[in-house]
């Protein structure tokens, strides 16, 4: 397994961009595919975008399409999510999750055993 621990979380207003940051520890982090989730307030967690170890392959759910970009950087060890045009409904705690497989199809992206201690993002109104 890979710890991870994520950064760059905060309160913006709507229509504004927040960066997360995850940094893994692990020689054989360039080997697992990386993803976001979050999870809001009564709500269960849910996938919010993915990418393969090469970085050649991203994934995201409906909802953030267009809004936010999923990158990786395999020498500093540090996936990164771009939210861009923030929306009240994007509020929730946001985890990263390593999988050393692909995170399946729309219909259900299953998560790795790897977590991060999640970074809060709040979008005002």
């Known amino acids: 397994q890979v710890q991870l621990v994520e950064s760059g979380g905060g309160l913006v207003q709507a229509g504004g961009s927040l960066r997360l940051s995850c940094a893994a520890s692990g020689r054989t982090f360039s080997s697992y595919a990386m993803a976001w989730f979050r999870q809001a307030p009564g709500k269960e967690r849910e996938f919010v975008a993915a990418?393969?170890?090469?970085?050649?392959?991203?994934a995201y759910v409906d909802s953030v399409k267009g809004r936010f970009t999923i990158s990786r950087d395999n020498v500093k060890n540090t996936i990164y999510l771009q939210m861009n045009s923030l929306k009240p409904e994007d509020t929730a705690v946001y985890y990263c999750?390593?999988?050393?497989?692909?995170?399946?199809?729309?219909?259900?992206?299953?998560?790795?055993?790897?977590w991060g201690q999640g970074t809060q993002v709040t979008v005002s109104s």
């Open positions: 999750n390593a999988k050393s497989e692909w995170y399946g199809s729309n219909s259900y992206r299953s998560p790795g055993g790897s």
């Open positions: 990418i393969s170890w090469t970085g050649r392959t991203t």
